[in-house]
């Protein structure tokens, strides 16, 4: 009965999408006061001549509609284009200490930012500071550093290609790769795990490509809440009957069936798609599993073919001219066995053999997956997994079929593209001694976790933050925060207040910039940036409101008074002339990466273009000159899993919240409404431990000898359908129970989606 569910916990019958999407934007607009100019705002989101959507990376359809929107990227949009103001009023009547009482949702719902800030340390509060000052104070505890890799500097993915290049020539100027950003703690496994198997980073297919698709597989990610776009074209899928198969430890609402806004008929009718044709619960962490379960099933399905007179289901002309490494990775799939893949995966061999019969039938497959396949101990070894299965069958470099990552920050690829990353390659150090005269340091600089652990071990006295909110997206707060508080040098360039603001070093500032949808004027006049999204289409984006502020700079011209600043004349780059034209910073970008070729006029073209993918053409950018096949040893993720009494947690977003932006309490589909201290757990594991929905719980991390303790109490158990020794909750407040140390050790990826814990009754 409802009234014996937790408070703020019901069921939810109604499909994802439809009525409770509108009536949701609806609510958003009015509460950030911008009925009338919101719904004008949602009008330009992702048409050409207009802004492209902060909210997800979804890519735009060739034919784009007034309504080529979602309920999330609604809430991205008037997030950002509120009403509200985070004025010199809030910093006067609040110090740091009151505002960090605040929640996260609280501080970033007070508005946009209007002014740069300097923290005073003797009255406890933010104060105005003018711009010319700012830089200078910058650019003195910058130049006060007697080495720069003493210096972190962070990126945000809804940085656009323009300023995400001018910060990387800046920090290369100034001496170091430390470059953490948010795709090492995201989609790092596949920078670094797909190069390795195909050439490159990046997904495979296009847009298009899912219109020939003969069958998409989607493993680890929820399309509903992340990157609801998708959600238009897995609909359309269906209602071609094509299947789509899913694996992942929740059943996500919007995956088992949808209401599309834009679709009059399910709107008028009260009606619904079913999205999943097969919907496969493994247990959080079963996916390396239960790949291999589908691998050994196509080598038995090949064999019993051949046995019966056939060829076989697999494409040999494509393994034999295409791939190195089968033989290696058949002798690994063959000495794991059925009765290892059921026990890791937790699904049954009927089930996978079940998933693997639809993949061989299918002549075009796709695979689709996201943090729930990368954010794990050996995130790595399971995007490599995916590409191995793909390649059985010929899989990668057609029509309709390829490996698709889903992102999530609306430009984290296009940021990696134009030079974000601490590792630099030759091509990227040769491109920038070709545009700008100097070769950079080609030593490897600092990821996310090694930027943090770094700035806790006093190696690394100044952090730069281009957007972003790194001390809450971080493992172990507790950790993190006490690290950020004793920093020289802490910089913030952002659009509204979040909590890393408020973890102030010896010297703070808060930068305020333009946004997506706000007119970015320069000499030049009206400027353009550029994003690139999930299958690597550039297109042009542009802001038409009037800023929050006229104090408000753009993030390029941010970056580039920095950079003034604290390298005066070094090597003579013209940062005024760049600014004054984006144009300019485009014909450098293309210099420096001769993908971007004819730059300016391509980005014109309606809908943009395509940067080259190799792997889409079969041409492999890879030390052997083919795709290789790569083994992944063993089934078990972390050894601490091992441990029988432990629980695999995953954390989770809700439908109210995008990466560290809470937008509100409710998480709809999964029947939360006004609060977020939940954990999700199956009803036997609740029996086992002596606990029942509603029990007020702490949950321990369970971490290395010598590590402390990693735990948060009273959270309220909510009994719930996911798969037996797997729990779920929200980040970032499950980052407590979790080590800095529990990361993918080839990419540095932590494994948020795969953390053992310990449950017990609330000892509070």
């Known amino acids: 009965m409802k009234d014996q569910r937790p408070e703020g916990i019901e069921q939810y019958d109604q499909p994802?999408?439809?009525?409770?999407?509108?009536?949701?934007?609806?609510?958003?607009?009015?509460?950030?006061?911008?009925?009338?100019?919101?719904?004008?705002?949602?009008?330009?989101?992702?048409?050409?001549?207009?802004?492209?959507?902060?909210?997800?990376?979804?890519?735009?359809?060739?034919?784009?509609?007034?309504?080529?929107?979602?309920?999330?990227?609604?809430?991205?949009?008037?997030?950002?284009?509120?009403?509200?103001?985070?004025?010199?009023?809030?910093?006067?009547?609040?110090?740091?200490?009151?505002?960090?009482?605040?929640?996260?949702?609280?501080?970033?719902?007070?508005?946009?930012?209007?002014?740069?800030?300097?923290?005073?340390?003797?009255?406890?509060?933010?104060?105005?500071?003018?711009?010319?000052?700012a830089f200078k104070l910058i650019a003195a505890e910058l130049n006060k550093l007697d080495d720069p890799n003493?210096?972190?500097?962070?990126?945000?993915?809804?940085?656009?290609?323009?300023?995400?290049?001018?910060?990387?020539?800046?920090?290369?100027?100034?001496?170091?790769?430390?470059?953490?950003?948010?795709?090492?703690?995201?989609?790092?496994?596949?920078?670094?795990?797909?190069?390795?198997?195909?050439?490159?980073?990046?997904?495979?297919?296009?847009?298009?490509?899912?219109?020939?698709?003969?069958?998409?597989?989607?493993?680890?990610?929820?399309?509903?809440?992340?990157?609801?776009?998708?959600m238009t074209t897995l609909h359309n899928a269906s209602r071609r009957g094509k299947p789509i198969v899913v694996f992942n430890p929740l059943k996500e609402h919007a995956l088992e069936r949808f209401a599309a806004p834009q679709d009059p008929v399910e709107m008028v009718t009260l009606s619904s798609t079913p999205i999943a044709s097969a919907y496969h619960q493994l247990r959080t962490g079963g996916d390396l599993a239960a790949l291999k379960g589908m691998m050994k099933a196509v080598f038995e399905r090949d064999a019993a073919d051949i046995a019966a007179g056939g060829s076989g289901v697999l494409d040999r002309g494509f393994i034999k001219e295409h791939t190195v490494g089968f033989d290696v990775l058949r002798a690994d799939v063959d000495a794991t066995s059925w009765d290892q893949i059921v026990a890791v995966s937790g699904l049954t061999k009927d089930a996978i053999e079940s998933a693997a019969d639809v993949y061989v039938k299918a002549k075009n497959v796709i695979v689709c997956y996201g943090m729930g396949i990368t954010q794990h101990a050996n995130g790595t070894g399971n995007v490599q997994q995916i590409a191995n299965l793909l390649m059985l069958r010929g899989n990668i470099g057609r029509q309709g079929a390829g490996i698709a990552p889903i992102r999530g920050h609306s430009n984290v690829q296009g940021d990696r593209t134009v030079g974000i990353t601490e590792i630099p390659n030759k091509a990227l150090l040769d491109g920038m001694e070709r545009a700008f005269g100097f070769r950079p340091s080609g030593e490897k600089g600092h990821n996310a976790i090694e930027a943090v652990e770094a700035i806790i071990a006093g190696q690394s006295k100044a952090l730069i933050c281009l957007g972003g909110n790194l001390a809450v997206a971080m493992s172990d707060p507790e950790a993190t925060w006490r690290g950020m508080r004793k920093l020289d040098l802490a910089v913030h360039i952002a659009t509204k207040l979040n909590r890393s603001h408020l973890l102030t070093a010896k010297t703070s500032l808060v930068l305020p910039c333009l946004g997506r949808t706000d007119l970015d004027t320069q000499a030049f006049g009206p400027q353009a940036v550029t994003v690139e999204d999930s299958m690597s289409m550039v297109h042009a984006s542009r802001g038409f409101l009037k800023p929050p502020s006229e104090a408000l700079k753009s993030e390029p011209a941010i970056v580039a008074n920095i950079a003034r600043a604290t390298l005066g004349d070094r090597y003579d780059i013209d940062w005024n002339g760049l600014i004054a034209d984006y144009d300019r910073i485009r014909e450098k970008i293309e210099v420096v990466f001769p993908d971007f070729h004819d730059f300016n006029k391509r980005v014109r073209a309606r809908g943009g273009f395509r940067l080259d993918v190799a792997a889409s053409f079969r041409?492999?950018?890879?030390?052997?000159?083919?795709?290789?096949?790569?083994?992944?040893?063993?089934?078990?993720?972390?050894?601490?899993?091992?441990?029988?009494?432990?629980?695999?947690?995953?954390?989770?977003?809700?439908?109210?919240?995008?990466?560290?932006?809470?937008?509100?309490?409710?998480?709809?589909?999964?029947?939360?409404?006004?609060?977020?201290?939940?954990?999700?757990?199956?009803?036997?594991?609740?029996?086992?431990?002596?606990?029942?929905?509603?029990?007020?719980?702490?949950?321990?991390?369970?971490?290395?000898?010598?590590?402390?303790?990693?735990?948060?109490?009273?959270?309220?158990?909510?009994?719930?359908?996911?798969?037996?020794?797997?729990?779920?909750?929200?980040?970032?407040?499950?980052?407590?129970?979790?080590?800095?140390?529990?990361?993918?050790?080839?990419?540095?990826?932590?494994?948020?989606?795969?953390?053992?814990?310990?449950?017990?009754?609330?000892?509070?």
């Not at 060739?62 to 999330?72: A, D, I, L, M, V």
């Not at 995400?164 to 470059?179: C, D, I, K, S």
């Not at 997904?203 to 990157?227: C, K, M, R, W, Y």
């Not at 321990?700 to 779920?728: M, Q, W």
């Open 16 to 133: 994802a999408g439809g009525w409770g999407a509108l009536k949701a934007v609806a609510k958003t607009l009015a509460h950030q006061q911008v009925l009338a100019q919101g719904t004008m705002t949602l009008l330009k989101a992702n048409q050409p001549g207009g802004f492209d959507c902060p909210g997800c990376a979804w890519p735009d359809p060739k034919h784009t509609s007034s309504f080529e929107f979602c309920e999330n990227g609604a809430k991205a949009i008037t997030w950002e284009s509120t009403a509200k103001r985070s004025g010199p009023e809030l910093f006067e009547n609040n110090t740091v200490s009151q505002l960090w009482k605040w929640t996260d949702h609280e501080l970033e719902d007070a508005g946009r930012l209007t002014m740069p800030l300097h923290y005073n340390s003797q009255t406890d509060r933010y104060e105005p500071i003018e711009w010319d000052e």
């Open 150 to 230: 003493k210096a972190e500097f962070y990126t945000s993915g809804r940085a656009s290609n323009e300023a995400a290049f001018l910060y990387q020539l800046f920090v290369r100027a100034f001496g170091t790769n430390n470059f953490p950003d948010c795709s090492n703690m995201c989609h790092e496994a596949t920078s670094v795990g797909l190069p390795m198997s195909i050439g490159v980073g990046k997904g495979t297919v296009t847009l298009e490509d899912f219109d020939d698709a003969d069958a998409i597989f989607s493993f680890g990610h929820n399309p509903g809440t992340n990157h609801p776009r998708m």
């Open 619 to 764: 041409r492999w950018n890879t030390k052997s000159g083919k795709a290789n096949f790569l083994v992944a040893p063993g089934l078990d993720e972390d050894p601490l899993i091992k441990n029988p009494d432990a629980l695999v947690l995953t954390t989770i977003r809700s439908h109210d919240q995008y990466n560290t932006t809470v937008y509100g309490l409710n998480d709809r589909y999964r029947g939360v409404f006004g609060r977020r201290d939940v954990i999700f757990m199956n009803r036997d594991d609740l029996a086992r431990l002596g606990l029942k929905d509603g029990d007020r719980i702490d949950i321990r991390g369970l971490v290395g000898a010598g590590e402390g303790t990693h735990l948060v109490r009273g959270f309220t158990a909510v009994e719930y359908n996911i798969p037996k020794g797997s729990a779920a909750g929200y980040y970032p407040e499950m980052n407590a129970v979790m080590s800095l140390r529990h990361y993918d050790r080839l990419s540095g990826t932590p494994s948020y989606k795969g953390v053992p814990v310990m449950v017990a009754a609330s000892s509070s």
